[in-house]
């Protein structure tokens, strides 16, 4: 196992200690509709120090062709983390989850779900369609930026993910 060393992460520039084995580029598939959220989001990641591609995705079945590899998309896709919209306009995120949690392929890459409701019933059903993490966004973006910076802080400097 690699020695950790510090790395300075976040928002606030909290010192982390991570190891090196995830000191890696990333790929965060960001499955989102609201302009305002997908600009915040993009915002926080691409000033980020962790070197990562960004894939944004605006519907539920773009999304299953990305991971698929269907359609427009060449090969299948196996982002390291999942961020999104459960209430995206163009589909349904719940089935969506459904999905990613029932293929042997998908069910191991950490999905966040992004949602403006504290729903009581929502959040029990999402957590067991094994979601990872849900997750209400903040009204104000500058509070949005910060749970984004969180997260990624979180799930991918912190955690040590599978890369199978």
């Known amino acids: 196992m690699a020695k950790p060393k510090p790395c300075v992460v976040?928002?606030?520039?909290?010192?982390?200690?991570?190891?090196?084995?995830?000191?890696?580029?990333?790929?965060i598939l960001v499955i989102e509709d609201q302009t305002?959220?997908?600009?915040?989001?993009?915002?926080?990641?691409?000033?980020?120090?962790?070197?990562?591609?960004?894939?944004?995705?605006?519907?539920?079945?773009?999304?299953?062709?990305?991971?698929?590899g269907q359609n427009n998309h060449e090969q299948p896709q196996r982002p390291d983390l999942i961020l999104m919209n459960i209430h995206i306009s163009a589909g349904n995120g719940s089935t969506l989850l459904t999905e990613i949690k029932s293929d042997g392929a998908l069910r191991r890459i950490p999905t966040i779900l992004l949602?403006?409701?504290?729903?009581?019933?929502?959040i029990l059903s999402s957590y067991q369609q094994q979601c990872n993490c849900y997750v209400i966004k903040p009204q104000e973006l500058t509070r949005l930026n910060e749970v984004i910076s969180v997260i990624e802080s979180f799930w991918l400097n912190l955690v040590t993910l599978p890369t199978e």
């Open 10 to 27: 976040g928002m606030d520039a909290d010192l982390r200690w991570i190891s090196e084995e995830n000191e890696r580029s990333h790929v």
């Open 115 to 122: 949602t403006n409701r504290a729903d009581t019933a929502e």
């Open 36 to 68: 305002a959220h997908i600009d915040a989001i993009e915002q926080v990641l691409s000033q980020s120090n962790t070197a990562r591609e960004i894939v944004f995705i605006h519907s539920t079945q773009e999304a299953i062709d990305f991971l698929r």
